[in-house]
């Protein structure tokens, strides 16, 4: 049977790598737009950024992703993945400088570093970002998707579309492992698309009331595989890209 969500998805987004200078200062401009001229975050002041890009030490060595609207041409999205510092392997990401991961949950000394990537600023401009009311509304008819037939004539939220771009660059850049601090509702968000990520550790005021969250993404694949499989198949292009398996820490190596 077709999944007409991957047609859907074609016809109204474009998610793209942003590798160029211009692609660059779109990615910074689109962040200044949402976090500090919009607000959507406490501890974003404008005053920072006196040339209308927001943007940090981390930028260096991430990988910057743009959601492109098709009909309109916008860019109204993007995300940033933070990958280990080439000049310096064992920098800390974000959220191990700034959460309380528990490693009772989640031991990172035993995954290979150079095969982490941390999700950050994953971002929609305000036209499209649903409020707090209208997410839980979204949730509960999320909710009610499990119960009953997808119906794919419509594409869920663009949420979604931002997690394509993550889970296929992730697959060709050979990341293996998420780390991500995030407000416990967008996890929910993804998770009514079996997208989630697993909390390892307490809520902390981070920019907002955030959490660390955790995956494998081979595991988070393989649960969608199973319960949601048109969403399955449109993040990994009908299993065209997939990440490779896991790999130990050297240390930890058999």
């Not at 016809?11 to 790598?17: A, K, L």
Request: hydrophobic share 35%; with cysteine; proline share 9%.
């Amino acid at each position: 049977m077709p999944n007409d969500m991957l047609s859907t998805f074609d016809e109204y987004f474009e998610v793209i790598t942003a590798d160029t200078p211009e692609l660059l200062e779109q990615a910074f401009r689109l962040r200044y737009a949402v976090l500090c001229t919009e607000a959507r975050l406490p501890g974003f002041e404008a005053a920072r950024y006196p040339n209308g890009m927001e943007t940090d030490d981390y930028d260096r060595h991430a990988h910057h992703l743009l959601l492109k609207h098709r009909p309109s041409g916008d860019f109204i999205g993007g995300a940033r993945l933070i990958f280990p510092d080439p000049s310096d392997p064992e920098k800390l990401f974000p959220v191990e400088q700034h959460t309380q991961i528990d490693p009772a949950l989640i031991d990172i000394s035993k995954l290979s570093r150079q095969h982490i990537a941390e999700i950050s600023r994953f971002i929609l401009v305000g036209r499209y970002s649903r409020r707090r009311e209208q997410r839980r509304r979204s949730e509960k008819s999320a909710a009610s998707e499990k119960r009953e037939p997808l119906d794919r004539r419509h594409f869920p939220h663009p949420v979604l579309a931002i997690a394509v771009g993550i889970i296929r660059l992730c697959a060709r850049q050979g990341i293996t492992h998420w780390l991500s601090a995030m407000e416990p509702a967008m996890n929910r968000l993804l998770g009514h698309h079996e997208l989630q990520l697993d909390p390892v550790g307490p809520l902390i005021d981070y920019h907002g009331p955030r959490r660390p969250y955790y995956a494998e993404i081979g595991k988070v694949l393989e649960r969608a595989h199973i319960n949601n499989l048109p969403i399955w198949e449109l993040v990994t292009d009908q299993g065209r890209i997939l990440p490779p398996p896991p790999v130990c820490a050297p240390d930890q190596a058999l």
